[in-house]
């Protein structure tokens, strides 16, 4: 099934203060897709996978930047679809129960990999809002083209594409916004020159906020670790952010040939995060990527190469302590002003962390139309992933030498796909694919701060147990999908998919090789307080899908049901296990990853109902509702992060350049939960937002208020608060508390377009 879903069903728009009784975020309109069962546009220009979608304005995306910094949070709105929440920009999506690695997420063509133990720069981290021209979801089954090395759905996010004019034209536009809560504020701009063969463009943005406020206290200590520095008991600590992006673009055109080059660089000199124990202090990245697209008489042909580098530095942030360790002046604890450098203590400055990648990738593919037999789709892809992840001494205990988490780590995939859609009758489409992955990896051997024998935590013994074997592996993974789609009727419509999808774990989950609870607590990519370690021996994860779908459309097509049930089942499913028998409740722990099994059942529901169109305007209801059921089927328990039953209902206005809008967005109890990582279960909650705006021919005003009615509520994604105090240390900080969502938020914003 094929959803679009015009940008402000996710924005809180923002209107002049004569606010227009608005009601909710935009419409989900069904359309004319290929056989890409729930496939889910969310804005932009053409996703061309076998069909044709409806396109969304580019102008309506302006709102985005105005409502929000995190590009992937704009997911949350679509059924089925929730965001793990992280630092302020980098939410890390989730899709019917898998996130982060677990999904494929292409940004501009490029296969991103996330290069922290935290994974606190995940892929659309990359991408403003503003930069966004166009982002497709592939919920469900994913077809063979734009699936691989995942065993969730897809997500390809790309920006503006090259356009090209009769005659020289040059036109730009420029955009800023302003939020109350955490005092954020940001600004954007777009410059573009194009011609008959020529297209050139440069895309900024920049965006920067303090910590968020939830809309009660939900803590009982104020101190940081911080002399004289505190925080009020309302104040969700390491929550502030500061980013720029830029985008430089040139395409020529020449024939039926369109050759594209892009180079992109990223600035972020902070991204605190609270539920993570350590904060982002520069990450900067920049990027290469150059296509070339030909059109021809057969159909496509594309050929993409990529490289990107990330260096990214984690320390401790304002929030949290700094110094650790006692003095030499009768073992006091240590004095940042007097002790700085004391040669005869153990004072310890921080913990800084480096994580450096290099990422290059090529793309061949060929898109075949076969007139009577359909079309067949064709690609093979490469990839070559290098890490290095170490952390310098910084005195103390840490010391002298420097700590490898992972040393010249690699990830290197190659893969291979072909695809065929075809139409066996007028009203029946079938589409089936075949692809084979070559996923192999590998790391040099390891140490940490000290060889001595007498090292805090193991580290010597554990070192020489890693190094003492093969850290050499290969899988050889194959995907398998059927998808069809019959149409009984000019109304209603049935769909049906199965897929077997593999993922081979990632470096993070293999190669942290330390149980010292200090080294452990520091690689965490699910935010929820415990240390990990990996696993060399761990298997690919298998997941065997089945998924259907019912759509309904009135005559008139004013009005539409969807329904949507699925079951996945998950062999080798990577989990957690106590890495020691140090493990208990009431506490934050040190896990192992381990290979175990999984089940995850449930239901999507969308609808949308035009309600009038009139004098008054254009009033429209919109709504989506998704319940999830996901086990770790070898303990009984539940998997982690999961929101069992979420959804949301908005009611829409539009009159003569008004775009107004009321959304309602709920969330139940959640209380099955993974008791290997002691989850917190969270209360149930409802919000309400509101938002307009007003358009006129170049400039957007808009206007927005989330969270209208100040309500606290836990976030069921969110994880562990452990934002403030003595954070090195697993247990020295309060154990349970959840992270809370932000209270009540005015904003602003204006878009000029010249």
């Known amino acids: 099934m094929s959803l679009n879903i015009k940008p402000n069903v996710f924005c809180l728009s923002k209107i002049t203060m004569a606010v227009t009784l608005a009601l909710s975020s935009g419409a989900i309109f069904a359309a004319d897709a290929p056989v890409d069962i729930e496939q889910i546009v969310v804005e932009g220009q053409t996703h061309n996978s076998g069909g044709h979608l409806q396109s969304i304005s580019q102008a309506d995306l302006k709102k985005l ?131 008959e063969n020529l297209y050139a463009s440069y895309s900024g943005s920049y965006s920067k906020g303090d910590n968020y406020t939830a809309a009660s206290d939900f803590k009982t200590i104020a101190e940081t670790g911080r002399p004289g520095h505190s925080l009020p008991l309302d104040e969700v600590g390491s929550t502030a952010y500061e980013t720029q992006n830029h985008n430089l673009r040139l395409a020529y055109k020449t024939g039926d040939d369109v050759f594209d080059a892009q180079l992109g660089y990223q600035n972020m000199p902070t991204q605190l995060y609270p539920n993570q124990r350590m904060d982002l202090l520069d990450n900067q990245q920049i990027r290469v990527n150059l296509n070339w697209k030909r059109e021809t008489d057969w159909g496509q042909l594309q050929t993409r190469l990529y490289h990107e580098k990330v260096e990214h530095g984690m320390d401790f942030g304002p929030d949290r302590q700094l110094w650790y360790g006692s003095n030499a002046v009768g073992g006091a604890a240590c004095d940042p002003i007097r002790f700085v450098g004391d040669p005869a203590g153990t004072c310890a400055s921080g913990m800084p962390m480096s994580s450096d990648s290099k990422n290059t990738g090529l793309t061949i593919s060929a898109e075949i139309d076969l ?140 190669f942290p090789w330390s149980s010292w609870m200090m080294a452990a607590s520091m690689n965490n990519l699910v935010g929820d307080g415990n240390g990990y370690v990996g696993n060399l021996d761990l298997d690919p994860e298998t997941a065997r899908t089945l998924s259907g779908s019912l759509s309904w459309r009135s005559e008139s097509g004013l009005h539409e049901l969807s329904v949507n049930p699925y079951i996945t089942r998950v062999d080798d499913y990577i989990d957690a296990v106590a890495a020691n028998a140090m493990w208990r409740t009431g506490q934050y722990n040190v896990l192992r990853y381990q290979n175990q099994e999984a089940e995850l059942k449930g239901v999507d529901l969308t609808l949308s109902s035009r309600l009038a169109d009139n004098a008054s305007g254009v009033w429209q209801l919109a709504g989506n509702l998704s319940f999830i059921d996901a086990e770790n089927t070898n303990t009984g328990e539940g998997l982690y992060n999961i929101v069992p039953l979420q959804g949301r209902l908005s009611l829409t206005h539009q009159l003569a350049g008004w775009d107004n809008s009321l959304e309602w967005v709920f969330a139940g109890n959640k209380d099955d939960l993974s008791m290997v990582r002691n989850e917190a279960a969270t209360d149930s909650y409802s919000l309400f937002n509101l938002r307009a705006s007003h358009s006129w021919q170049s400039v957007r005003v808009d206007l927005g208020v989330e969270n209208l009615l100040d309500e606290f509520y836990f976030l069921p994604a969110g994880g562990t608060y452990v934002a403030q105090g003595m954070t090195m240390s697993m247990n020295g900080i309060p154990f349970g508390i959840g992270v809370p969502g932000m209270g009540r938020s005015v904003y602003a914003g204006i878009n000029y377009s010249f």
């Not at 850290?471 to 049906?496: A, F, G, M, P, W």
Request: proline share 3%.
């Open 371 to 510: 007139a009577a037999s359909g079309l067949v789709r064709l690609g093979t892809e490469f990839q070559q992933f290098s890490l290095e992840d170490y952390w310098e001494a910084s005195g103390g205990g840490m010391g002298p030498g420097t700590f490898q988490n992972i040393n010249n780590g690699e990830r290197n995939r190659s893969a291979a796909f072909a695809e065929h859609e075809l139409s066996l009758a007028d009203d029946w489409l079938v589409m089936y694919g075949v692809r084979v992955e070559r996923v192999e990896r590998d790391a040099d051997d390891v140490r940490g701060y000290s060889t001595a024998m007498n090292a805090m935590g193991m580290q010597v013994m554990e070192a020489n147990a890693f190094n003492s074997v093969d850290r050499k592996h290969s899988d050889t993974n194959v995907d398998l999908t059927l998808l069809t789609r019959y149409s009984l009727n000019s109304q209603i419509e049935l769909e049906l998919g199965v897929a077997q999808k593999v993922r081979s774990a990632n470096l993070y989950e293999v």
């Open 65 to 195: 930047s105005a409502a929000t910094s995190d590009t992937a949070s704009v997911l949350s709105m679509l059924a089925g679809v929730s965001v793990n929440q992280t630092g302020a920009v980098s939410s890390l999506p989730m899709i019917r129960g898998l996130s982060d690695d677990r999904l494929r997420i292409k940004v501009d063509g490029m296969d991103m990999i996330a290069a922290c133990p935290n994974h606190m720069n995940p892929p659309l981290s990359y991408m403003a809002p503003s930069d966004v021209g166009q982002m497709t979801v592939f919920a469900g089954i994913t077809p063979v083209s734009v699936g691989g090395d995942s065993i969730g759905g897809s997500i390809i996010s790309e920006s503006k594409a090259p356009e090209f004019t009769d005659r020289a034209n040059f036109e730009g536009e420029a955009g800023g916004f302003s939020r109350s809560n955490n005092d954020a504020s940001g600004f954007n701009a777009r410059l573009t020159q194009t011609s």
